[in-house]
């Protein structure tokens, strides 16, 4: 697909779509004389970043000011922006599943779409992307401009589904060895982990699962007749994920605040050990120590049975307190 030839401008994909499911690639060169059926839709693909790329959506894109200035903006949040003559400005987010990336450090996309162009900007790489090439060059892909960026927001719920699936079941792991095993200890920086997971997540995810919404009620010319349904159904399967990463974060404050009652409970029982030992030794604590004391009139200091007579005391002493202990309950 011409990826080597197109690298230097910061073209990532250029195709047009066949109108059955199917694609080719442009270079770059054919840009600015291609001419499409009535049937074919472009896609460009551009990595934001690249200066030639940038030089390309002021220059040659067709696009104004406003719209260009909107699509390379540094940072920006999930949002829809319609424009006038049916056509639309969408930025989403997928899961950061770059080599060394937090997940939950989402992949921004953004994407201007007509009838028959779709202009999508990304900084890193974005899998959802890639997946797409694969099911155009198998002719198993979107045939149109509205069904081309249905797809991709498809495999980035996809791919969120993915992950709040894995944080659900790392947690009933977690849940399932805690009531197993009554010494297990969670890690807490783990535990941490997955709920600031599960708050960036939802941070992206609550204003992309509202976009979904209103593409679901937005009614363009070029869409096609039952991408309301899809985008309905994506607006809810976002909201399940939503309620689950809402779930998760519950379940994490709660293995935490079980933890910390577990330990609570362990010290204290501890404390509670280490009082009844102190109680037991402190009257023979107190009775040696008077009997330790350097004057005269100490009873059995010149019996050679004093000793013996003072352990016994001693025992019987501790046998007392043992007895009343256990009568308190204490023990």
Not at 49 to 67: C, I, K, M, T
Not at 104 to 111: A, L, Q
Not at 117 to 142: F, W
């Amino acid at each position: 697909m011409f990826e080597d030839e197109n690298a230097p401008y910061g073209l990532v994909y250029a195709l047009v779509l066949d109108g059955q499911g199917g694609a080719r690639g442009l270079r770059y060169s054919e840009l600015a004389s291609l001419q499409l059926a009535p049937e074919q839709s472009l896609w460009l693909h551009w990595d934001r970043s690249h200066p030639e790329a940038q030089a390309w959506l002021r220059r040659d894109s067709g696009l104004n000011e406003f719209v260009c200035d909107l699509l390379l903006e540094e940072n920006t949040r999930p949002r829809l922006v319609p424009l006038p003559e049916s056509e639309l400005l969408l930025f989403l987010r997928g899961v950061n599943l770059n080599p060394g990336a937090q997940p939950e450090d989402m992949v921004s996309v953004r994407i201007y779409a007509q009838a028959q162009r779709v202009v999508s900007l990304r900084l890193r790489q974005l899998r959802a992307t890639d997946e797409m090439i694969a099911l155009l060059m198998a002719g198993k892909g979107p045939r149109t401009a509205s069904e081309l960026v249905l797809y991709i927001a498809q495999r980035l719920t996809e791919r969120v589904q993915e992950l709040v699936t894995g944080l659900t079941e790392t947690l009933d792991s977690e849940e399932d060895r805690i009531d197993a095993d009554e010494c297990y200890e969670p890690e807490h920086g783990s535990l941490l982990q997955l709920r600031r997971r599960a708050a960036g997540l939802r941070r992206f995810l609550a204003p992309q699962r509202d976009i979904y919404g209103q593409l679901a009620r937005i009614r363009l010319p070029w869409f096609v007749e039952d991408d309301g349904d899809y985008w309905n159904e994506l607006n809810n399967s976002l909201t399940r994920q939503l309620e689950e990463l809402e779930l998760s974060r519950e379940r994490v404050a709660l293995l935490l605040e079980a933890e910390d009652r577990r330990l609570g409970e362990r010290m204290n029982r501890t404390m509670y050990r280490f009082g009844v030992i102190t109680g037991i030794f402190l009257p023979m604590t107190f009775l040696t120590g008077l009997l330790g004391i350097n004057v005269g009139g100490i009873p059995g200091s010149s019996s050679p049975y004093g000793f013996f007579a003072t352990c016994a005391l001693l025992l019987l002493l501790a046998a007392g307190q043992w007895w009343m202990f256990r009568r308190l309950r204490w023990l």
